[in-house]
């Protein structure tokens, strides 16, 4: 299994840039994991990762 860890701008630039502009720069530099590389991914598992990393994002900024 190879583990490859990206920006989330990345994935979304290559998958689904239209949604770039709507996040903000501490999304977009979160790092993450992927266990089988980013050309593994499909267009639900992009949709599931923006949201996830959106929603941990902002959780965030309301424990600080």
Known sequence: MEMETVKLSDIVK?????????????????EIVLMNGIDSLDQEDVIEIVQYSIKENRRNAFLH
């Open 14 to 30: 290559t998958y689904t840039p239209e949604l770039y502009t709507f996040l903000t720069r501490t999304e977009l530099n979160s």
